[in-house]
């Protein structure tokens, strides 16, 4: 009886020897985050802001998606005709969890046609957290558009691509890109 408890707890100590670390730059306090994109991401929500939206509704397909916004929401008519809400500033986070990286570089580049046709663009580097984000500075959108500038981060980790953006209407008073430093500042990978 004696031997079959040494041998339990000899499986027990190699069990968790085995057990999956966190990743070095992990937060500490990963699980207390409200939003989570897998195992991959997860966001804090910055001052000024309030969590309005999250879907992972397509996590199966790896997609999740979340939103923030400031400000009181406004009704208007979209585009397509349809009933929107629109804030004087809103963030936007979204996670795509791919197959290769080259699927992933190719995911950032199509995001970057779909902003350069939206906006006047111009593009810098921004290193945070020691991550560097791939940043267009997006001003004048086209005019029924009801963001009129503000930010856009994309980011390559592997396989995956994140992309967070900061739009804001005219009006808005607030400096996006520091708005999106902070709010990069407060995702943990």
Same mark, same amino acid.
């Given at each position: ?8 707890l000899?499986?027990?100590? !190699? ?8 990743a070095?730059?992990?937060? #500490?306090?990963?699980?207390? %985050?409200?939003? @989570?994109?897998?195992? +991959?991401? &997860?966001? $804090?929500t910055?001052?000024?802001?309030? =969590? ?12 999740? *998606? ?10 208007? $008519?979209?585009?397509?005709? @349809?009933?929107?809400? +629109? %804030?004087? &500033?809103?963030?936007?986070l !979204? ?18 046609? @779909? $902003?350069? /046709? ?9 290193? +945070?957290?020691?991550?560097? %984000? ?11 558009? #009801? *963001?009129h ?6 980011? =390559?980790?592997g &396989? ?5 953006? +900061?739009?804001?209407k005219? /009006? ?5 890109? &520091?708005? !999106? @430093?902070?709010? !990069? ?5």
């Open positions: 009886m004696k031997k079959i408890g040494i041998l339990f000899i499986i027990i100590l !190699l069990m968790i020897g085995c057990a999956k670390e966190p070095a730059d992990a937060h #500490p306090e990963w699980d207390a %985050y409200p939003i @989570r994109f897998g195992d +991959v991401l &997860a966001a $804090e910055i001052e000024g802001f309030t =969590l309005n939206e999250t879907s992972d509704v397509m996590s199966i397909a790896g997609l999740w *998606y979340a939103t923030w916004t400031a400000g009181e929401g406004e009704q208007i $008519e979209n585009a397509q005709g @349809r009933e929107a809400t +629109v %804030y004087d &500033a809103q963030i936007y !979204l996670l795509k969890e791919g197959q290769t990286e080259k699927g992933a570089q190719n995911d950032v580049l199509d995001w970057i046609k @779909r $902003e350069q /046709g939206a906006y006047e663009t111009t593009e810098t580097m921004l290193t +945070v957290n020691g991550h560097e %984000y791939r940043v267009l500075h997006l001003v004048r959108g086209s005019a029924d558009n #009801p *963001y500038h503000g930010e856009a981060a994309f980011l =390559l980790i &396989a995956n691509v994140v992309t967070a953006e +900061v739009l804001a005219e /009006g808005f008073s607030g400096d996006t890109e &520091a708005i !999106l @430093r902070q709010f !990069l500042e407060h995702l943990h990978f």
